[in-house]
C-alpha cells in the first residue's frame, strides 16, 4: 500500500513554497527533492510508503495556513462525489439568511450553531427552526436565493470531477428551494434535501416541512444508495461536509472529507480542510493545475 502526503492552500491567497515543502519532508523523513507539484505555490505532495506522523509534519509547518493530509494512491480518483451543500457548495445557511432577512437571526442561530455542533438532533432542530417560518413570504426566499454565493472552487471541483467520469450529488439538509438551482448552477446531477411545506395559497411557508426529513442517516443512505447504484464500492466514493450531520456519510466514504468543519468533524473524519477552497478535494485524488476546470 502506497500514500501521498498531499499539502495545500487557497489558490486565492497561495503560501506552500519550496521551503516549507522540505520542512514537510523532512518531517516526514523524506528528501526534499522527492515532492510533486499539482499546482504551483497551491498544492504538492509526497510520495509515502507507510503511514506519517502528521502531527509533526504540521508542526514543521507552523501557522502557514497549510493544509496536510495524508491518503492512500491506490483507486485515487473517486468516481462518487456526495456533498452538503450549505456552508460547503455555497457560503450561506439559508435558514441563518432567512432569518436575518425577517429579524429573527439570533434564535435561529442558535438552533443551527447547537445541530452543528451535534448537541441537538437534527430533525428536531430543523423543524423548531422552520416553525420559527411560519408565514414567511415566498418573496423573502426569492431575496435569499438571489443572495447566495457559491464557494471558492466548487464550480472546478463539480466540472472537473464530472468530466474525468465522477457522478456528483448535493445531498442538504437545507432545502429544495434553494438546492435545485444551485445543483444547476454548479452541474451536479442530483440533489437529495427537505422541502418545505407552501401555503394553498402559494404565496407563503406554512412553518412545516414535507416528511420524510432528509437528516445524517438519509446522507449515508443517499451515498451507499448512489455507489451501489453505479456499482461502485464506498472505496471509489467522496463525501465531503462540515457539519455534524455529515458524520456518517463522512465514515463511510473512500475519502470522507471535512472542509471548514466544525471542531467535532475535523476530529472525526478520516480527511480535513482548514485552508485550501473546495480545489483541495481535487488535489487530494491528485488532479494537477493542468487537469482542473477553472471557475
Given at each position: 500500500m502506497s500514500f501521498a502526503l498531499v499539502l495545500s492552500t487557497a489558490p486565492t491567497t497561495p503560501a506552500l513554497t519550496a521551503d516549507l515543502v522540505a520542512?514537510?519532508?523532512?518531517?516526514?523523513?523524506?528528501?526534499?527533492?522527492a515532492a510533486r507539484w499539482l499546482f504551483p505555490d497551491v498544492a504538492a505532495e509526497l510520495p509515502v510508503a507507510a503511514a506519517v506522523d502528521l502531527a509533526a509534519v504540521r508542526a514543521a509547518l507552523?501557522?502557514?495556513?497549510?493544509?496536510a493530509n495524508l491518503v492512500e494512491t491506490d483507486g485515487r480518483r473517486k468516481r462518487l462525489l456526495v456533498a452538503d451543500m450549505e456552508s460547503t457548495l455555497i457560503e450561506n445557511e439559508m435558514l441563518d439568511d432567512l432569518a436575518a432577512e425577517i429579524g429573527i437571526g439570533p434564535q435561529i442561530a442558535a438552533i443551527t450553531e447547537k445541530s452543528m455542533r451535534g448537541e441537538v438532533d437534527f430533525a428536531q432542530s430543523v423543524r423548531e427552526r422552520v416553525a420559527l417560518l411560519t408565514d414567511l413570504p415566498l418573496s423573502i426566499m426569492e431575496t435569499c436565493a438571489a443572495r447566495i454565493r457559491v464557494m471558492p472552487g466548487a464550480k472546478s471541483l463539480i466540472a472537473t470531477m464530472a468530466a474525468h467520469g465522477a457522478r456528483c450529488v448535493i445531498a442538504t439538509g437545507g432545502f429544495?428551494?434553494?438546492?435545485?438551482?444551485?445543483?444547476?448552477?454548479?452541474g451536479c446531477h442530483e440533489v437529495h434535501c427537505n422541502h418545505l411545506e407552501v401555503a394553498a395559497d402559494g404565496t407563503r411557508l406554512t412553518g412545516r416541512l414535507i416528511d420524510p426529513i432528509f437528516d445524517r442517516a438519509a446522507k449515508r443512505h443517499t451515498l451507499e444508495g448512489a455507489a451501489a447504484d453505479l456499482g461502485l464500492p464506498l472505496s471509489a466514493t467522496l463525501a465531503v461536509g462540515d457539519g455534524a450531520n455529515d458524520l456518517d456519510m463522512l465514515?463511510?466514504?473512500?475519502?470522507?472529507?471535512?472542509?471548514?468543519?466544525?471542531?467535532?468533524?475535523?476530529?472525526?473524519?478520516?480527511?480535513?480542510?482548514?485552508h485550501s477552497d473546495l480545489t483541495g478535494l481535487l488535489?487530494?485524488?491528485?488532479?494537477?493545475?493542468?487537469?482542473?476546470?477553472r471557475d
Open positions: 520542512a514537510a519532508a523532512a518531517a516526514a523523513g523524506l528528501p526534499a527533492d507552523g501557522n502557514a495556513p497549510i493544509d429544495g428551494y434553494f438546492a435545485h438551482p444551485v445543483a444547476d448552477d454548479l465514515s463511510v466514504a473512500g475519502f470522507g472529507v471535512a472542509f471548514r468543519a466544525k471542531p467535532i468533524v475535523s476530529a472525526a473524519a478520516k480527511l480535513a480542510l482548514s488535489f487530494l485524488q491528485g488532479y494537477t493545475a493542468s487537469d482542473i476546470t
